[in-house]
Structures are given as C-alpha cells and as structure tokens.
C-alpha cells in the first residue's frame, strides 16, 4: 500500500520527535543527576555520548536488516530495545545502570535513522531535496518540546521522570508501527541475506567521496546541537543562575530557528545547487560562532550574548542537514537500506565524538563553546572541500 506524502511526512516526524527526546529530554536534569550520583557533571554528559555510539553502531544493523526484511519489522524491534533501555535508566541507582541503559536507548532508537531509506524508497533527486527541507522543518518545530517537557518533569517530579516518558514513547512508537505503518520497500527490491553483499555495498558508500563529506557536515552539525545542549545545561543553571523550566525554554530558542533555515533553503532550492546552499551554511554557522567568541574574549556573558550567535548557528544547520541528506544519497537508491545505516551511522559517530568533546569542556563562560563551534565550522569546510564540486 503506497504512502501518502502527508502521512509520510507523519511518520518520519514521529522517528525525529522520539529520537530527539531520547538526547534531549532529561538534558535539563543533568546538574539534578550528578549530585544524585554524586559523580562530576562531565560523567552524566556522557549519557549523551553513549546515546548517540548506541544509535551509531546499531544503525549498521538496522539497515541491512531492513534491506532483507523490510522497513516495518526492523522499527517495531528497534522501538521495543529502546523502551526497554528507558526503564533500565528509569530504575538506575548507580550511575553505570544508568549509562548502559542510555546506550540500549541508543541502540533501539538507532532503528528511526531508517527514515532515511524510507524517504529515498519513494523519492529521489530535487524531488527527494525538498522533501528534506520539508521533514527538517517539522521534525525541528516539535522536538524543541523535549527540554521544556525535561525542564518540568525535573521541576515536578524529579530526573526519573524524564526517563518514564521516554519509556511510554517508545511503546507508542511499537503500537504506531506495528498496526499502521505500510511497508515502502518492495517485496521484489528486498535483497537475500548476504554478509558479503552487506560488507560490499557499505565499502561502495564509504569509498564515495560525496557520501562520507556530506555525511561528515551532518554529524558535525548534530554534534554542535548536542554539545550546546549538554554544555549550555551546566552554563545557564549554574553560572547564569536559571531553573531547570527556564533553561527548558531557552533551549527551544536556540534550536527553534533551524526550521528557518530550513524553510530559506526549500525557498532556494531552484535557484542555487546544493554544494553552494552547503557552503554558505557553513560559513553562516562560523559567522555566528565568531560573534560568539568576540562577546566572550570581551568578557560578556549573560543570557543574549549567548543566544544571538545561536540564532545564527543554528539557520545554518537548518540548510545544513537537508542538503547533506539529499547529495548523500544521490548514488544509492539501489541499497538505501545500508546508505541509510551507513549514514546515519557516520553522522551519530562524529555526533557522539563531538558531543564527547564538550563534555569535558569547562562551563564556567560561554569562550570553550565558542571555540567548539569554530572547530566544528572549519571541520565541515573542510569535509566539503573533499566532495565533488557540480
């Protein structure tokens, strides 16, 4: 049964909404969890880091799976691991449970990185480019949700709580999939099971120079989102003094404005290609990263300084990450199952490297933070400038 653009466009929401919960919900808990723990604060960060490895290495498995199987069955499986990491986080009383109930999260939630292969079952080229625009547009006004709702459960209730929600999304992700998702891989393009083929087709992706330098961008740019969030938790409560519901919120307004960039970049889709929608991005996100760095050196810290320059990192990334995924998988609509494992493997693997980075970055002023973002600015530049030019 063919799936309509609108439910699609559903669907895949849904996949970035839970998985963005998963890394961002309890975000707001992190100072509540370390003295619980009563460990550093870098140590709770890494419960972002092992997130994002467990969707990194398990997207590997995924995708071929799926390639075999079919979509369906891999994201049903995957949405039942991931609940069952949440209800190991949920009862942790030593911070290791904790840790290792983050990477099975990780691992089962590394199934929705299949939204990928499901888009590119059905779509291709400019077709398939704006279809991105369009995902990273909604998929960017909900999941903002995530460290408001972390802000009040810690408010409310405590840090478990973000932890039980995380839980109930992921067996309503298991309902969702398991009685209406329709099946977008064909039955005559699944392949026979085959480690060799498997092993084949992942060299083909890694060897394109395309696929692993837009890949590269993506993952840095995920790692930028995700090193703020994590560093900004520490840097808004216990320098800047707010709760845990106003750092909520003021995390919705950093990310709020990549669904702008997205929608700019859907806007000039016609007009420019992609490697120059990508490069301007780039140094759009560097540009504000400079901004950033100028505030701090000059020994100006508060609440705008912070947030201005994000507003402007963060457009970029929103023409960052649809232009990647499109030229990413120009070549490889014959195994989308494993592009979109290898992909999404890649991306969350830079992402867990970066984000690993920032968790032992100091938090005292927002300088550290500044500088992550400007190496991550020239790492992507010079990523792009392995790919083939148009």
């Not at 290495?57 to 369906?72: A, H, I, M, N």
């Not at 912070?306 to 990192?313: A, C, E, H, R, V």
């Not at 300088?367 to 530049?381: G, H, Q, T, V």
Request: with cysteine; hydrophobic share 50%; proline share 4%.
């Amino acid at each position: 049964m063919p799936i309509k653009t609108s439910k699609l466009i559903l669907y895949v929401t849904f996949m970035a909404v839970i998985a963005q919960f998963g890394s961002d919900n309890f975000l707001p808990s992190l100072p509540a969890m370390a003295e619980y723990f009563n460990v550093s604060k870098h140590t709770t960060q890494y419960s972002v880091s092992l997130y994002l490895l467990g969707m990194s290495v398990f997207q590997f498995v995924y995708g071929p799976l799926s390639d075999v199987f079919g979509r369906k069955k891999a994201l049903v499986s995957g949405y039942i691991v991931f609940a069952i990491g949440g209800v190991i986080c949920s009862f942790s009383y030593d911070i290791h449970w904790l840790l290792l109930g983050r990477f099975i999260q990780g691992a089962g939630i590394a199934c929705t990185g299949l939204s990928r292969s499901i888009m590119r079952d059905l779509y291709e080229g400019k077709a398939l480019a704006r279809l991105g625009s369009i995902i990273t547009i909604t998929a960017t006004m909900t999941p903002p949700l995530a460290p408001i709702t972390g802000g009040y459960l810690q408010d409310l209730f405590g840090w478990r709580a973000s932890f039980f929600l995380l839980t109930v999304m992921g067996l309503i992700g298991f309902i969702l999939f398991s009685w209406s998702f329709p099946e977008s891989l064909r039955t005559e393009r699944r392949h026979r099971f085959s480690l060799k083929n498997i092993l084949k087709s992942y060299s083909e992706c890694f060897k394109d120079k395309n696929f692993v330098g837009y890949a590269a961008c993506a993952g840095l740019s995920l790692g930028m989102i995700f090193g703020y969030l994590s560093v900004g938790a520490f840097l808004f409560q216990h320098q800047l003094g707010l709760t845990p519901v106003q750092y909520g919120w003021l995390a919705v307004f950093g990310i709020f404005f990549m669904p702008t960039g997205a929608f700019l970049n859907n806007y000039f889709t016609g007009t420019f290609n992609a490697f120059q929608l990508t490069v301007f991005a780039v140094f759009l996100v560097l540009t504000g990263s400079l901004i950033m760095l100028t505030f701090a050196l000059f020994g100006i810290m508060n609440v705008y300084v912070i947030l201005i320059p994000l507003f402007i990192t963060f457009i970029g990334i929103g023409f960052i990450l649809p232009n990647a995924f499109s030229q990413a998988f120009q070549n490889f609509g014959h195994i989308a199952g494993v592009a979109g494992a290898a992909y999404g493997a890649l991306q969350m693997f830079l992402s867990s490297i970066a984000t690993s980075v920032a968790a032992i970055l100091p938090s005292e002023t927002q300088l550290p933070l500044a500088l992550y973002f400007i190496a991550c600015s020239l790492c992507m530049l010079l990523a792009l400038m392995c790919t083939k030019k148009p």
